[in-house]
Nanobody, 119 residues
């Protein structure tokens, strides 16, 4: 499975960005997809995740501002980011969890896309 992320950039505080991440290759069995981020002085944290059935989860700091969605037919996950704050500045990484064989889980990562929010 290969993940290709796009959509990062520079935006002013209060602005919006939409990240996309498309999975390709042997995509059968992809379960959860989502986004992590790593800021300049922070550890990598899970921002949002979505299951194959559409259940979502968010870190508290982005609830009400970010929305994760996916298009299973396109094997693509999106992250709509609104009301961006300088503390959202980070490299955002998409991931996919795939279940294969006898229920083994495999994690895949995209290359990361930079999001910079200016104050």
């Amino acid at each position: 499975v290969q993940l290709q992320a796009s959509g990062g950039g520079l935006v002013q505080a209060g602005g919006s960005l939409r990240l996309s991440c498309a999975a390709s290759g042997s995509t059968f069995g992809i379960n959860a997809m989502g986004w992590y981020r790593q800021g300049p002085v922070k550890q990598r944290e899970l921002v949002a995740a979505i299951s194959s059935s559409g259940s979502t989860d968010y870190v508290d700091s982005v609830k009400g501002r970010f929305a994760i969605s996916r298009d299973n037919a396109k094997n693509t996950v999106y992250l709509q980011m609104n009301s961006l704050k300088p503390e959202d500045t980070a490299v955002y990484y998409c991931y996919a969890d795939q279940v294969r064989g006898l229920g083994y889980h495999y994690d895949y990562w995209g290359q990361g896309t930079q999001v910079t929010v200016s104050s």
